[in-house]
């Protein structure tokens, strides 16, 4: 079912890494014309051209594109108890975990009298994405909603595809956890139509152009970020989800195989990859896998995500190798199942989120743990980093010099502006200076 990849006894180079695990061909490029002109045409049709997309692409028209708040408020009303109080704790944990990533402002005194001032501003509206597909993710709608709100936002408006089988309107437990958070601002579109309705609004339906686009969605939603990128800020293109397990003869073969399994049923091209230097769990792990896979009911699914060429168990000599396969690879999930797990995580820095031990699955980052679950994935946690309050702050510098501050400074103002033939850069400091 799962290809075995065996490092034992060699040295990869950091290439060899990069290239040891395919991950599926996913190519937005490939996507960007098709949707550069489902854009353009919401822009230029509106409201029109994203009913039209909607009856192409999800079967049918909704009856109204933006929901009316009573309908919203219904949602919150018929949320099943447990789903309610799940939610309510889901949001109580990020909410808490999101506060301390918003950076406390701070003044620095250069000299006597000049001060820099760091201050973290929220824009003031964004557009969060919810997808539609083979689940339903009112967790995403905590995950996208929460940081916003935490780090200031003003207005959030929040989109996600119309249902087939809930008349062509909104799955209502997207709904539900929208209301519960006091989001009533909510259209029934999906897909790349979407992203530009939120980047380039829609006034006949009220929808007012946003600042930040944030949220997961297919090939189509990541290649329409990049489209309208420049316009809009955007969080990240997501692809297909990743997990990598780094585990040693002490992890529990059950467990792990339990997790690869768990985010192999997500999609068929997500990636399920395991490291160790255990040949012996790396059998037993691989046994677990058959015996689970026949039992779990998305089993077609997880096993062609499983048998792709994203998917893996890779043997090495040590855990310094392991954590150096995990490194190169980035993964948007990253589990440390062994002995001391925090010393193999101060062998790594690239991953989406973290998960120690045998009882962190990345299961409990999804929902309850507090931390964010939408995360970089495709490598691209080497550079950028998941949703949270960041994602919708903008750092500013306040300056502010006295007037014996800035004389001290002059003639350095003035050497350099000459030097690079800019004069009345220096002119500018001189004229407050004429006495």
């Known amino acids: 079912m799962i290809s075995t990849i065996d490092l034992r006894g060699t040295r990869p ?81 990020e909410r808490e975990a999101s506060r301390a990533q918003v950076p406390a402002p701070a003044v620095t005194r250069v000299a006597e009298g000049a001060e820099i001032a760091q201050r973290w501003q929220p824009v003031d509206r964004v557009g969060l994405y ?12 905590v995950m996208n909603v929460v940081p916003a709100q935490v780090a200031g936002v003003r207005s959030i408006a929040l989109a996600s595809p119309p249902q087939k089988e809930f008349g062509l309107g909104i799955h209502p437990l997207i ?69 990598l397990v780094i585990a040693d003869a002490t992890a529990d073969p059950v467990v792990v195989a339990a997790d690869l399994i768990s985010q192999a049923e997500h999609d068929e091209t997500a990636a399920a990859v395991l490291v160790t230097d255990s040949g012996e769990l790396a059998d037993a792990v691989r046994a677990e896998l058959d015996r689970q896979v026949a039992a779990t009911s998305a089993r077609e699914r997880v096993t062609t995500a499983l048998g792709g060429p994203q998917s893996a168990i890779v043997l ?10 995990s490194d190169a690879y980035a993964p948007e999930h990253l589990e440390i199942q062994t002995a001391d797990p925090r010393a193999v995580l101060g062998l790594v820095s690239h991953a989406g989120a973290i998960f120690l ?43 502010h010099y006295d007037a014996d501050a800035l004389r001290a400074v002059a003639p350095h103002i003035r050497a350099m502006s000459d030097a690079e033939q800019l004069p009345a850069h220096g002119d500018a400091v001189d004229a407050r200076f004429r006495d």
């Open 13 to 93: 180079t950091p290439s060899d890494l990069r290239a040891l695990v395919h991950r599926a061909e996913i190519d937005v490029s490939a996507a960007i014309p098709v949707v550069a002109d489902l854009i353009r045409d919401v822009r230029e049709r509106g409201v029109e051209a994203v009913l039209e997309q909607s009856e192409r692409f999800d079967g049918g028209r909704p009856a109204a594109v933006r929901v009316d708040p009573a309908e919203i408020a219904a949602a919150v009303e018929a949320l099943p108890a447990e789903i309610r109080a799940a939610l309510e704790e889901v949001v109580r944990r």
């Open 130 to 141: 919810i997808p539609g597909g083979k689940a339903v993710y009112p967790s995403s709608v």
């Open 175 to 243: 709904l539900g956890a929208a209301g519960l958070l006091g989001i009533d601002e909510v259209y029934a579109m999906g897909g790349a139509g979407a992203i530009g309705a939120l980047a380039h609004g829609i006034p006949a339906i009220g929808l007012e152009p946003v600042d930040v686009v944030a949220g997961p969605g297919n090939v189509y939603v990541a290649a329409a970020k990049r489209v309208v990128q420049g316009t809009v800020g955007i969080d990240a293109e997501a692809g297909p989800s990743e997990v």
């Open 316 to 325: 090495v000599d040590d855990l310094a190798t392991a954590a150096r396969v």
């Open 357 to 399: 031990g045998t009882h962190s699955p990345v299961s409990l980052g999804d929902y309850l743990a507090g931390s964010n679950h939408i995360l970089p994935t495709g490598g691209t946690a080497r550079f950028t980093s998941g949703i949270s309050a960041a994602t919708f702050l903008r750092p500013q510098q306040v300056v």
